[in-house]
Protein backbone atom coordinates (compact mmCIF):
# COMPACT_ATOMS: atom_id res chain seq x y z
CA UNK A 1 0.00 0.00 0.00
CA UNK A 2 3.09 2.27 0.74
CA UNK A 3 4.42 1.75 -2.45
CA UNK A 4 1.22 2.36 -4.28
CA UNK A 5 1.29 5.80 -2.39
CA UNK A 6 4.77 6.82 -3.12
CA UNK A 7 4.02 5.57 -6.92
CA UNK A 8 0.69 8.02 -6.78
CA UNK A 9 2.65 11.05 -5.43
CA UNK A 10 5.42 10.20 -7.72
CA UNK A 11 3.15 10.69 -10.71
CA UNK A 12 1.43 13.87 -9.28
CA UNK A 13 5.07 15.31 -8.43
CA UNK A 14 6.07 14.93 -12.27
CA UNK A 15 3.33 16.61 -13.26
CA UNK A 16 3.05 19.21 -10.32
CA UNK A 17 6.36 19.70 -8.16
CA UNK A 18 4.79 22.44 -6.04
CA UNK A 19 1.78 20.23 -5.03
CA UNK A 20 4.36 17.87 -3.50
CA UNK A 21 4.58 19.69 -0.16
CA UNK A 22 1.13 20.17 0.25
CA UNK A 23 0.35 16.59 -0.35
CA UNK A 24 3.29 16.25 2.26
CA UNK A 25 1.61 18.58 4.70
CA UNK A 26 -1.78 17.24 4.09
CA UNK A 27 -0.85 13.29 4.75
CA UNK A 28 1.27 14.28 8.29
CA UNK A 29 -1.67 15.85 9.05
CA UNK A 30 -4.22 13.52 8.35
CA UNK A 31 -2.32 10.42 10.00
CA UNK A 32 -1.79 12.31 13.24
CA UNK A 33 -5.61 12.93 13.22
CA UNK A 34 -6.13 9.43 12.52
CA UNK A 35 -3.86 9.01 15.70
CA UNK A 36 -5.00 11.03 17.81
CA UNK A 37 -8.79 9.99 16.91
CA UNK A 38 -7.82 6.22 17.19
CA UNK A 39 -5.91 6.93 20.74
CA UNK A 40 -9.51 8.51 22.27
CA UNK A 41 -11.34 5.80 20.86
CA UNK A 42 -9.09 3.39 21.94
CA UNK A 43 -9.15 4.93 26.07
CA UNK A 44 -13.21 5.41 25.61
CA UNK A 45 -13.70 1.79 24.86
CA UNK A 46 -11.18 0.80 27.61
CA UNK A 47 -12.77 3.13 30.06
CA UNK A 48 -16.17 2.05 29.02
CA UNK A 49 -17.92 4.55 31.27
CA UNK A 50 -20.99 7.07 30.71
CA UNK A 51 -19.02 10.41 31.86
CA UNK A 52 -16.07 9.69 29.83
CA UNK A 53 -18.10 9.46 26.70
CA UNK A 54 -19.90 12.15 27.84
CA UNK A 55 -17.08 14.06 28.23
CA UNK A 56 -15.93 13.18 24.53
CA UNK A 57 -19.12 14.31 23.53
CA UNK A 58 -19.05 17.95 25.32
CA UNK A 59 -15.30 18.40 24.28
CA UNK A 60 -16.33 17.46 20.60
CA UNK A 61 -19.52 19.51 20.02
CA UNK A 62 -17.26 22.28 22.04
CA UNK A 63 -15.03 22.33 19.63
CA UNK A 64 -17.18 22.10 16.17
CA UNK A 65 -19.18 25.10 18.10
CA UNK A 66 -15.60 27.25 18.40
CA UNK A 67 -15.11 26.00 14.29
CA UNK A 68 -18.26 26.93 13.07
CA UNK A 69 -18.50 30.06 14.66
CA UNK A 70 -14.72 31.10 13.58
CA UNK A 71 -15.89 29.99 9.71
CA UNK A 72 -18.92 33.00 10.26
CA UNK A 73 -16.46 35.27 11.84
CA UNK A 74 -18.29 36.18 14.57
CA UNK A 75 -17.25 36.75 18.13
CA UNK A 76 -16.90 33.23 19.76
CA UNK A 77 -16.63 34.71 23.54
CA UNK A 78 -20.00 35.46 22.78
CA UNK A 79 -21.47 32.90 21.07
CA UNK A 80 -19.90 30.20 22.37
CA UNK A 81 -22.42 28.89 24.96
CA UNK A 82 -25.51 29.19 22.96
CA UNK A 83 -24.22 27.41 20.02
CA UNK A 84 -22.83 24.98 22.28
CA UNK A 85 -25.78 24.24 23.82
CA UNK A 86 -27.81 24.75 20.47
CA UNK A 87 -25.98 21.63 19.06
CA UNK A 88 -25.94 19.53 22.19
CA UNK A 89 -29.94 19.91 22.91
CA UNK A 90 -29.92 19.34 18.82
CA UNK A 91 -27.90 16.39 19.04
CA UNK A 92 -29.56 14.70 21.82
CA UNK A 93 -33.09 13.55 20.81
CA UNK A 94 -31.46 12.39 17.68
CA UNK A 95 -28.71 10.38 18.88
CA UNK A 96 -31.18 8.88 21.65
CA UNK A 97 -33.58 7.46 19.07
CA UNK A 98 -30.97 6.12 16.83
CA UNK A 99 -29.03 4.44 20.06
CA UNK A 100 -32.56 3.13 21.33
CA UNK A 101 -33.00 1.78 17.84
CA UNK A 102 -29.53 0.24 17.67
CA UNK A 103 -30.08 -1.28 21.22
CA UNK A 104 -33.31 -3.34 20.33
CA UNK A 105 -30.81 -4.38 17.25
CA UNK A 106 -28.78 -5.80 20.51
CA UNK A 107 -25.46 -3.64 20.15
CA UNK A 108 -24.07 -2.98 23.25
CA UNK A 109 -24.37 0.74 24.38
CA UNK A 110 -20.96 2.18 24.90
CA UNK A 111 -19.22 0.21 21.65
CA UNK A 112 -22.05 1.87 19.57
CA UNK A 113 -22.42 5.63 21.27
CA UNK A 114 -19.21 6.91 20.13
CA UNK A 115 -19.48 5.80 16.40
CA UNK A 116 -22.73 6.73 16.37
CA UNK A 117 -22.50 10.08 17.87
CA UNK A 118 -19.26 10.75 15.59
CA UNK A 119 -21.29 10.52 12.42
CA UNK A 120 -24.23 12.52 13.65
CA UNK A 121 -21.39 15.19 14.86
CA UNK A 122 -19.62 15.10 11.49
CA UNK A 123 -22.65 15.83 9.60
CA UNK A 124 -23.91 18.48 12.08
CA UNK A 125 -20.38 20.33 11.09
CA UNK A 126 -21.08 20.49 7.71
CA UNK A 127 -24.59 21.58 8.29
CA UNK A 128 -24.28 23.93 11.53
CA UNK A 129 -21.38 25.64 9.65
CA UNK A 130 -23.43 26.46 6.32
CA UNK A 131 -26.44 27.46 8.08
CA UNK A 132 -24.51 30.10 10.41
CA UNK A 133 -22.36 31.36 7.64
CA UNK A 134 -25.63 31.54 5.49
CA UNK A 135 -27.50 33.00 8.04
CA UNK A 136 -25.54 35.61 9.36
CA UNK A 137 -24.34 36.75 5.51
CA UNK A 138 -27.91 37.19 5.00
CA UNK A 139 -28.74 39.46 7.97
CA UNK A 140 -25.51 41.46 7.07
CA UNK A 141 -26.70 41.92 3.26
CA UNK A 142 -30.49 42.23 3.98
CA UNK A 143 -30.67 45.28 7.00
CA UNK A 144 -32.80 47.16 4.81
CA UNK A 145 -34.95 44.83 4.33
CA UNK A 146 -34.97 43.84 7.76
CA UNK A 147 -35.85 47.36 8.91
CA UNK A 148 -38.45 47.98 6.08
CA UNK A 149 -40.48 45.24 7.51
CA UNK A 150 -40.73 45.77 11.26
CA UNK A 151 -41.07 49.50 10.67
CA UNK A 152 -44.02 48.38 8.57
CA UNK A 153 -45.97 46.01 11.55
CA UNK A 154 -43.51 42.99 10.98
CA UNK A 155 -42.04 41.21 14.51
CA UNK A 156 -39.20 40.60 15.00
CA UNK A 157 -39.59 37.18 14.30
CA UNK A 158 -41.87 37.90 11.37
CA UNK A 159 -39.02 40.04 9.69
CA UNK A 160 -36.18 37.39 10.36
CA UNK A 161 -37.95 34.01 8.35
CA UNK A 162 -36.15 35.10 4.98
CA UNK A 163 -33.02 34.72 6.85
CA UNK A 164 -34.59 31.74 8.72
CA UNK A 165 -35.75 29.85 5.82
CA UNK A 166 -31.88 30.26 3.74
CA UNK A 167 -30.23 29.32 6.63
CA UNK A 168 -32.01 26.41 7.51
CA UNK A 169 -32.26 25.16 3.47
CA UNK A 170 -28.33 25.81 3.77
CA UNK A 171 -28.30 23.94 6.77
CA UNK A 172 -29.81 20.40 4.86
CA UNK A 173 -28.74 20.88 0.98
CA UNK A 174 -25.36 19.02 1.68
CA UNK A 175 -27.27 16.53 3.14
CA UNK A 176 -30.10 16.25 0.62
CA UNK A 177 -27.16 16.21 -1.87
CA UNK A 178 -25.05 13.36 -0.35
CA UNK A 179 -29.07 11.60 -0.44
CA UNK A 180 -29.89 12.20 -4.16
CA UNK A 181 -26.55 10.64 -5.37
CA UNK A 182 -26.68 7.33 -7.43
CA UNK A 183 -25.95 5.36 -4.61
CA UNK A 184 -25.36 2.50 -6.58
CA UNK A 185 -22.05 4.30 -8.20
CA UNK A 186 -21.46 6.34 -4.84
CA UNK A 187 -21.89 3.91 -1.77
CA UNK A 188 -22.17 5.24 1.46
CA UNK A 189 -18.45 5.49 3.69
CA UNK A 190 -21.15 4.45 6.44
CA UNK A 191 -22.84 1.46 4.56
CA UNK A 192 -19.68 -0.26 3.60
CA UNK A 193 -18.29 0.32 7.22
CA UNK A 194 -21.32 -1.60 8.84
CA UNK A 195 -20.52 -4.50 5.90
CA UNK A 196 -16.68 -4.31 6.60
CA UNK A 197 -18.29 -4.79 10.42
CA UNK A 198 -20.06 -8.01 9.57
CA UNK A 199 -22.92 -6.56 9.54
CA UNK A 200 -25.72 -8.14 7.08
CA UNK A 201 -26.57 -6.14 3.82
CA UNK A 202 -30.17 -5.19 5.18
CA UNK A 203 -29.28 -4.47 8.52
CA UNK A 204 -26.59 -2.21 7.09
CA UNK A 205 -29.38 -0.10 4.74
CA UNK A 206 -31.90 0.31 7.59
CA UNK A 207 -28.85 1.38 10.06
CA UNK A 208 -27.83 3.67 7.00
CA UNK A 209 -31.51 5.39 6.74
CA UNK A 210 -31.42 5.62 10.56
CA UNK A 211 -28.60 7.54 10.51
CA UNK A 212 -29.62 9.94 8.09
CA UNK A 213 -32.69 10.51 9.64
CA UNK A 214 -31.01 11.40 12.37
CA UNK A 215 -28.56 13.78 11.06
CA UNK A 216 -31.36 15.46 9.03
CA UNK A 217 -33.26 16.11 12.48
CA UNK A 218 -30.31 16.96 14.41
CA UNK A 219 -29.46 19.42 11.87
CA UNK A 220 -32.33 21.07 11.54
CA UNK A 221 -33.16 21.12 15.44
CA UNK A 222 -29.78 22.38 15.95
CA UNK A 223 -29.96 25.21 13.69
CA UNK A 224 -33.32 26.34 14.86
CA UNK A 225 -32.04 26.30 18.42
CA UNK A 226 -29.13 28.22 17.59
CA UNK A 227 -30.69 30.64 15.49
CA UNK A 228 -32.75 31.78 18.78
CA UNK A 229 -30.23 31.34 21.34
CA UNK A 230 -27.79 33.79 19.17
CA UNK A 231 -30.28 35.79 18.66
CA UNK A 232 -29.83 38.55 21.22
CA UNK A 233 -26.52 38.39 20.15
CA UNK A 234 -27.14 40.01 16.85
CA UNK A 235 -30.40 42.02 17.93
CA UNK A 236 -30.45 44.22 20.59
CA UNK A 237 -33.93 45.01 22.66
CA UNK A 238 -34.70 47.88 19.79
CA UNK A 239 -33.87 45.59 16.90
CA UNK A 240 -30.71 47.23 16.05
CA UNK A 241 -28.21 44.56 14.11
CA UNK A 242 -25.43 44.82 16.40
CA UNK A 243 -23.02 42.47 14.65
CA UNK A 244 -20.67 43.23 11.90
CA UNK B 1 -46.42 65.78 17.46
CA UNK B 2 -43.03 64.20 16.23
CA UNK B 3 -40.15 65.61 17.90
CA UNK B 4 -36.42 65.57 17.60
CA UNK B 5 -34.61 67.45 20.56
CA UNK B 6 -31.25 68.01 20.06
CA UNK B 7 -30.42 64.83 18.88
CA UNK B 8 -27.19 63.63 18.18
CA UNK B 9 -26.48 60.31 16.14
CA UNK B 10 -23.33 58.28 16.04
CA UNK B 11 -20.97 59.12 13.49
CA UNK B 12 -23.01 62.92 13.10
CA UNK B 13 -21.12 65.97 12.95
CA UNK B 14 -23.70 67.79 14.17
CA UNK B 15 -27.58 67.65 16.18
CA UNK B 16 -30.85 67.91 14.59
CA UNK B 17 -34.01 69.17 16.52
CA UNK B 18 -37.43 69.20 14.62
CA UNK B 19 -40.91 69.59 15.76
CA UNK B 20 -43.19 67.08 12.74
CA UNK B 21 -46.81 68.38 13.45
CA UNK B 22 -50.24 66.80 12.10
CA UNK B 23 -51.16 67.98 8.74
CA UNK B 24 -47.35 68.98 7.73
CA UNK B 25 -44.88 68.17 5.04
CA UNK B 26 -41.60 68.01 7.24
CA UNK B 27 -38.67 67.59 4.80
CA UNK B 28 -35.30 66.80 6.02
CA UNK B 29 -32.54 67.87 3.51
CA UNK B 30 -28.98 69.14 2.93
CA UNK B 31 -26.17 65.86 3.55
CA UNK B 32 -26.00 63.05 1.58
CA UNK B 33 -28.97 60.81 0.73
CA UNK B 34 -27.38 58.10 3.45
CA UNK B 35 -27.45 60.75 5.96
CA UNK B 36 -30.71 61.67 5.84
CA UNK B 37 -31.88 58.08 5.59
CA UNK B 38 -30.13 57.34 8.66
CA UNK B 39 -32.08 60.45 10.44
CA UNK B 40 -35.18 58.88 9.27
CA UNK B 41 -34.38 55.39 10.75
CA UNK B 42 -33.65 57.07 13.98
CA UNK B 43 -37.21 58.09 14.63
CA UNK B 44 -37.81 54.74 13.91
CA UNK B 45 -35.74 53.63 16.64
CA UNK B 46 -33.23 51.92 14.40
CA UNK B 47 -30.00 53.71 15.28
CA UNK B 48 -28.09 54.79 18.07
CA UNK B 49 -28.77 58.04 19.89
CA UNK B 50 -25.78 59.40 21.42
CA UNK B 51 -27.46 62.55 23.30
CA UNK B 52 -30.56 64.14 23.07
CA UNK B 53 -34.32 62.73 22.52
CA UNK B 54 -36.84 61.61 20.11
CA UNK B 55 -40.53 61.63 21.39
CA UNK B 56 -44.03 61.14 20.17
CA UNK B 57 -46.67 62.81 21.97
CA UNK B 58 -44.46 63.74 24.48
CA UNK B 59 -43.33 60.20 25.18
CA UNK B 60 -39.89 59.46 24.60
CA UNK B 61 -38.26 56.40 21.93
CA UNK B 62 -36.88 54.33 24.30
CA UNK B 63 -36.53 50.54 23.99
CA UNK B 64 -39.84 49.39 25.54
CA UNK B 65 -41.88 52.64 23.85
CA UNK B 66 -40.12 51.61 20.39
CA UNK B 67 -42.68 48.74 19.36
CA UNK B 68 -45.66 51.77 20.34
CA UNK B 69 -43.44 54.26 17.99
CA UNK B 70 -43.26 52.00 14.97
CA UNK B 71 -47.04 51.21 15.39
CA UNK B 72 -47.84 54.68 14.71
CA UNK B 73 -45.38 55.00 11.76
CA UNK B 74 -45.16 53.81 8.14
CA UNK B 75 -42.30 53.71 6.32
CA UNK B 76 -41.49 54.28 2.25
CA UNK B 77 -37.88 53.74 1.90
CA UNK B 78 -36.15 54.93 -1.33
CA UNK B 79 -35.17 51.59 -2.35
CA UNK B 80 -35.02 48.21 -1.15
CA UNK B 81 -31.26 46.66 -2.03
CA UNK B 82 -29.11 44.04 -0.35
CA UNK B 83 -25.84 45.25 1.35
CA UNK B 84 -23.19 44.23 -0.55
CA UNK B 85 -22.81 41.44 -2.99
CA UNK B 86 -25.44 38.85 -2.77
CA UNK B 87 -25.72 35.72 -5.03
CA UNK B 88 -29.62 35.67 -4.60
CA UNK B 89 -32.16 38.70 -3.16
CA UNK B 90 -35.74 38.21 -2.68
CA UNK B 91 -36.71 42.21 -1.68
CA UNK B 92 -39.83 42.45 0.29
CA UNK B 93 -43.41 42.34 -1.98
CA UNK B 94 -46.68 44.40 -0.88
CA UNK B 95 -48.29 40.97 -0.63
CA UNK B 96 -45.29 40.53 2.16
CA UNK B 97 -46.41 43.48 4.21
CA UNK B 98 -50.08 43.15 3.62
CA UNK B 99 -49.48 39.59 4.84
CA UNK B 100 -48.39 40.53 8.05
CA UNK B 101 -50.15 39.71 11.36
CA UNK B 102 -50.55 43.39 12.04
CA UNK B 103 -51.84 44.29 8.71
CA UNK B 104 -53.47 40.47 8.23
CA UNK B 105 -57.08 42.70 8.38
CA UNK B 106 -56.22 45.88 6.33
CA UNK B 107 -58.46 46.20 3.52
CA UNK B 108 -55.82 46.12 1.23
CA UNK B 109 -56.02 44.17 -2.54
CA UNK B 110 -54.17 44.27 -5.78
CA UNK B 111 -56.44 46.54 -7.09
CA UNK B 112 -56.73 48.95 -4.10
CA UNK B 113 -52.97 49.20 -4.54
CA UNK B 114 -52.82 49.59 -8.25
CA UNK B 115 -55.55 52.66 -7.80
CA UNK B 116 -53.51 54.02 -5.17
CA UNK B 117 -49.95 53.65 -7.00
CA UNK B 118 -52.14 55.43 -9.71
CA UNK B 119 -53.39 57.99 -7.79
CA UNK B 120 -49.23 59.16 -6.54
CA UNK B 121 -48.06 58.90 -10.33
CA UNK B 122 -50.14 57.69 -13.07
CA UNK B 123 -46.95 56.62 -14.89
CA UNK B 124 -45.60 54.50 -12.06
CA UNK B 125 -42.40 52.51 -12.86
CA UNK B 126 -40.21 53.93 -10.51
CA UNK B 127 -40.18 51.51 -7.52
CA UNK B 128 -40.56 54.20 -5.39
CA UNK B 129 -44.54 54.64 -6.08
CA UNK B 130 -44.81 51.48 -4.48
CA UNK B 131 -42.89 51.48 -2.06
CA UNK B 132 -45.06 54.60 -0.88
CA UNK B 133 -48.17 53.70 -1.84
CA UNK B 134 -48.10 50.30 1.06
CA UNK B 135 -46.55 52.92 3.67
CA UNK B 136 -49.69 54.85 2.80
CA UNK B 137 -52.47 52.40 2.58
CA UNK B 138 -51.10 50.94 6.00
CA UNK B 139 -53.71 54.01 7.26
CA UNK B 140 -50.65 55.31 10.38
CA UNK B 141 -50.74 58.47 11.43
CA UNK B 142 -47.09 59.03 10.46
CA UNK B 143 -45.64 58.79 7.49
CA UNK B 144 -41.59 58.85 6.97
CA UNK B 145 -40.91 58.85 3.09
CA UNK B 146 -37.42 58.65 1.83
CA UNK B 147 -36.37 60.95 -1.49
CA UNK B 148 -40.33 60.35 -2.51
CA UNK B 149 -40.31 61.50 -6.41
CA UNK B 150 -41.57 64.96 -7.26
CA UNK B 151 -44.38 64.45 -9.01
CA UNK B 152 -45.89 62.48 -5.93
CA UNK B 153 -45.44 65.41 -3.74
CA UNK B 154 -49.33 66.26 -4.40
CA UNK B 155 -50.18 63.03 -2.95
CA UNK B 156 -47.95 63.45 0.33
CA UNK B 157 -50.44 66.89 0.43
CA UNK B 158 -53.38 65.06 0.20
CA UNK B 159 -51.99 62.60 2.83
CA UNK B 160 -51.19 65.68 5.39
CA UNK B 161 -54.25 67.48 4.77
CA UNK B 162 -56.02 63.87 5.85
CA UNK B 163 -54.53 65.12 9.58
CA UNK B 164 -51.16 62.70 9.15
CA UNK B 165 -47.66 63.81 9.83
CA UNK B 166 -45.68 63.17 6.93
CA UNK B 167 -42.09 63.43 7.25
CA UNK B 168 -39.89 63.22 4.28
CA UNK B 169 -36.37 63.26 2.72
CA UNK B 170 -35.15 65.22 -0.53
CA UNK B 171 -32.82 67.39 -1.98
CA UNK B 172 -35.15 68.20 -5.01
CA UNK B 173 -35.93 71.69 -4.99
CA UNK B 174 -39.12 70.78 -6.24
CA UNK B 175 -39.50 68.68 -3.12
CA UNK B 176 -38.50 70.80 -0.35
CA UNK B 177 -40.10 73.87 -1.85
CA UNK B 178 -43.80 72.16 -1.32
CA UNK B 179 -42.76 71.82 2.00
CA UNK B 180 -44.34 72.99 5.25
CA UNK B 181 -41.31 72.64 7.50
CA UNK B 182 -37.67 72.52 5.80
CA UNK B 183 -35.25 71.19 8.57
CA UNK B 184 -31.35 71.41 7.01
CA UNK B 185 -28.39 68.73 8.30
Given at each position: ???????????????????????????????SQMLLLGGCVWLLWRLSCWWADTLWLLLTVTTVAFLLIDKARLNWYKLLLPVTVALLAGLSLPLLALLMS??????????????????????????????????????????????????????????????????????????????????????????????????????????????????????????????????????????????? | ?????????????????????????????????????????????????????????????????????????????????????????????????????????????????????????????????????????????????????????????????????????????????????????
Amino acid sequence: MLLLFGMAVALLALTDRSFLMRIFQVTVIHVSQMLLLGGCVWLLWRLSCWWADTLWLLLTVTTVAFLLIDKARLNWYKLLLPVTVALLAGLSLPLLALLMSFRQAGAGLWQIFVPLAAVLVGQLYVGASRALQTYTRQLRHTQQHYQYMVANGATHLEALMPSVRRGLKAAVLPLLGQMVKPLLIVVPLLFCGLLLAGAQPVVAVVASLLIVGASLSAQVISSVLMFCLADRFFYDAQDRFIVY
Amino acid sequence: MLELNEVLLEGEPQTLSLMAHEGELTCLTGGSSERLTRWLLAMLGFEHVKSGYISLDGEPLTPQSVAIFRSMMAYAPSQLEPIGQVTCYTPPTAQDVFGLKANRNLPVSNSILDEEMRHICPNHADNRVQLLAVASLLGRPILLVDNPLPQSIDYLHQQAAQGRTVVLTSQEAMVTGAANQIVEL
